[in-house]
C-alpha cells in the first residue's frame, strides 16, 4: 500500500512536471506495442471498393466512401449495393495522390454540402485542391451539384504525401485542412508554401478570422502551423482541443497536440531517419520546435483519426482511434493532458485507410486494398 502511495506521489510530481514544460517533455515511444488478436469486437464486411480512402458517417446506417482514383460512393448498410456519385472533378491519381477525404458540412442536415479534398492535375503538376459541393438524389441515383473548388495549393509541382485531411472547428465556423510535404522536406519550414502545414480557412476557403499571422498575407495569413512531414490524421477530441498524427520518414511517426503558431519540426527534427540512413537531428536538440505527445519507431504509417464518443464501447470513451497502414492495426490512445499512451493496438489483417464513428456507437474502418473492406466493428 506504501509503495502504492509512493508510486502515486510520483506520478503527480511526473504530471505537474509535464504541465509546466510541456512544450519540452520527452514523449513516449509507442512503437514497441505488440498487437492483440484478442479483439473486443466483431468485423462485418459490408462493401468492397477499389482503393477506399476516406469515410464520412452520415447516420448509423449511411456514409460516404471516396476512392483514391476518383469515386465516391453512397453507402447504405441495411440497403443493397453502394450507390456511387456523380458529377467528380477530374482527380491526379498516382501513388499516393487521387480522390482523398471528405467531410459532412456542419450543416449538413439542412445544405446536404460535403467538403472533400483531391489531388487535382494541371499545368506544371499537380496540387491539393479543397472543393464544396451538394450532394443530391434519391435511393439508387445521387450526384454532386454546385461543386466549387474554394482552395487550391499553388504553384503546381509533383509527389507523394499530399496530406489533404479536413476538420471543422467545433463551433462549425472554420475549418482546418492538412498538407503534406509533398515529398520536398523543405517546403514544410517555408512560410510562404501551403506544403506541410496546417490551414485554418473559413467555409468559403477563405483566410479565417485570427490566424497567428492573419496580417501577413497569403500563405502566412492561412497557416494554422507549421512543420509537418504527411499528416492523415486530424481531429478534435471532446475537451475541443486538435489533435494531428504525421507520418515520419524511417521511424518517428507523430501524435500531435495542434496549437496556433507552432512549428513541429520537419524536417529539421525527428524521431526517425532518413530513408537512406542518415540521422535527423532528435528534437530534444531544437526546443524551438514541439515535441510531439507520442511517437512511433518503429512506425505504424497512421492513417484516419477518430475520437470515440460513442456507447457500444465504454472503455473507450474518450480515447483515440488510429489506423495503422504498415501494421495491419487499429490503435487506441489515451490522451491525458498533454501526453498520450497507446492502450493496445488491434490486429486487423489489412491496411487500414480511415475510422470513423457512427451515431449508434458503431466504428467503421476501411482497408487500402484493391480490394479493400469496408468494416463495421460491433462489440462481439
Ligand atoms: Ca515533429
Known amino acids: 500500500m506504501h509503495f502504492t502511495l509512493a508510486r502515486a506521489l510520483i506520478a503527480a510530481t511526473t504530471i505537474s512536471g509535464l504541465a509546466t514544460n510541456a512544450a519540452n517533455a520527452a514523449p513516449e515511444n509507442a512503437g514497441p506495442n505488440t498487437p492483440t488478436t484478442q479483439l473486443p469486437f466483431q468485423s462485418q464486411t459490408v462493401a468492397r471498393f477499389d482503393l477506399p ?75 491539393l485542391a479543397l472543393a464544396r459541393a451538394t450532394l443530391t438524389g434519391q435511393q439508387g441515383n445521387a450526384q454532386l451539384d454546385d461543386l466549387k473548388v474554394i482552395w487550391r495549393q499553388m504553384p503546381k509541382g509533383r509527389g507523394g504525401q499530399p496530406g489533404g485531411i ?30 506541410g502545414k496546417v490551414l485554418h480557412l473559413t467555409l468559403d476557403g477563405k483566410l479565417a478570422p485570427g490566424n497567428p499571422n492573419a496580417d ?23 475537451d475541443g482541443r486538435l489533435w494531428l498524427h504525421e507520418m ?6 507523430e501524435l500531435n497536440l495542434i496549437e496556433p503558431g507552432v512549428n513541429y519540426g520537419w524536417p529539421e527534427v525527428s524521431y526517425g531517419d532518413n530513408y537512406n540512413g542518415t540521422p535527423i537531428p532528435k528534437p530534444s536538440t531544437r526546443p524551438e520546435f514541439r515535441e510531439p505527445a507520442l511517437y ?38 489515451t490522451i491525458k493532458g498533454d501526453a498520450a499512451h497507446e492502450d493496445e493496438r488491434f490486429a486487423m489483417q489489412g491496411r487500414i ?28
Request: overall charge neutral; glycine content about 12%.
Open 53 to 127: 480512402w476516406a469515410i464520412a458517417v452520415i447516420d448509423a446506417d449511411r456514409l460516404i466512401v471516396t476512392t483514391k482514383p476518383g469515386r465516391m460512393f453512397l453507402v447504405d448498410h441495411k440497403g443493397g449495393a453502394p450507390v456511387e456519385v456523380s458529377g467528380l472533378p477530374k482527380v491526379s491519381h498516382s501513388g499516393q495522390n487521387g480522390l482523398l477525404d471528405v467531410a459532412l458540412a456542419p450543416d449538413f442536415a439542412e445544405s446536404r454540402r460535403i467538403y472533400f479534398t483531391y489531388v487535382e492535375p494541371g499545368d506544371g503538376g499537380s496540387s
Open 166 to 195: 479536413i476538420a471543422f472547428a467545433p463551433d462549425g465556423k472554420s475549418l482546418f485542412l492538412t498538407s503534406g510535404d509533398r515529398m520536398r522536406p523543405q517546403t514544410a519550414q517555408d512560410p510562404d508554401l501551403a506544403l
Open 216 to 238: 501577413a498575407g497569403g500563405v502566412r495569413a492561412e497557416t494554422w502551423t507549421t512543420g509537418h512531414r504527411n499528416p492523415y490524421g486530424l481531429a478534435f477530441a471532446p
Open 248 to 253: 515520419g520518414p524511417k521511424g518517428g511517426d
Open 296 to 333: 512511433w519507431t518503429p512506425v505504424i504509417a497512421p492513417a484516419g483519426l477518430a475520437f470515440y464518443d460513442g456507447d457500444l464501447f465504454p472503455a473507450w470513451k474518450g480515447t483515440a482511434l488510429i489506423g495503422g497502414l504498415k501494421t495491419h492495426t487499429l490503435s487506441r490512445v
Open 353 to 380: 485507410r480511415d475510422v470513423a464513428v457512427a451515431p449508434d456507437g458503431a466504428v467503421w474502418v476501411i482497408e487500402d486494398a484493391s480490394p479493400g473492406r469496408l468494416l463495421r466493428l460491433s462489440p462481439r
